[in-house]
């Protein structure tokens, strides 16, 4: 599986945003609506923008129009993760660019689909914000 290219920066931190997809099914009966989840687990669309230089920008496009052929998963990190474990990810559309104004940086808005849930494990602290610790020596989470 492809793994997203070092040399393109992370996301902006006000520019990501993460949608849970529909999973509820709604169907009508002559006595009313019923309603189930289609799937255990949904994925989650993930909008992102991004600050690059131009040779970021065409790696950019290559790894999605080639290297994933528009379709194919790949390897990143999940953003919400303190810990930023791999998550995989696949281009919902090719990324699309714009001028950020000074003439060699672009604004790139990346839209993804995320296929790895959310665990969200995380490390318990004390007040002071030091790590608890067990007999092991190792750090407690969630």
């Known amino acids: ?13 006000d520019g990501i945003t993460y949608t849970p997809q529909d999973n509820v099914l709604r169907t ?4 009313g609506q019923k309603a189930r989840r289609r799937f255990t687990r949904s994925n ?8 690059l230089t131009m040779p970021q920008a ?12 528009e379709v194919l998963p790949f390897d990143w990190v999940e953003w919400r993760d303190p810990s930023r474990r791999h998550a ?3 281009f919902k559309s090719r990324p699309s660019f714009q001028p950020a104004g000074c003439g060699w940086l672009w604004y790139a808005d990346v839209q993804l ?14 007040e002071s914000g030091n790590v608890l610790m067990d007999d092991g020596n190792e750090g407690l989470t969630t």
Do not use: K
């Not at 689909?113 to 004390?126: A, D, K, S, V, W």
């Open 1 to 13: 599986m492809a793994t997203w290219p070092s040399s393109v920066p992370c996301p902006l931190v």
């Open 44 to 51: 989650e669309d993930v909008s992102m923008r991004l600050l």
């Open 28 to 31: 009508d009966f002559q006595g």
């Open 88 to 90: 995989t990810y696949v």
């Open 58 to 69: 065409q790696v950019l496009h290559d790894f999605c129009t080639i290297t994933c052929a």
């Open 113 to 126: 689909e995320l296929r790895t849930p959310f665990n969200g494990q995380f490390y318990i602290t004390n």
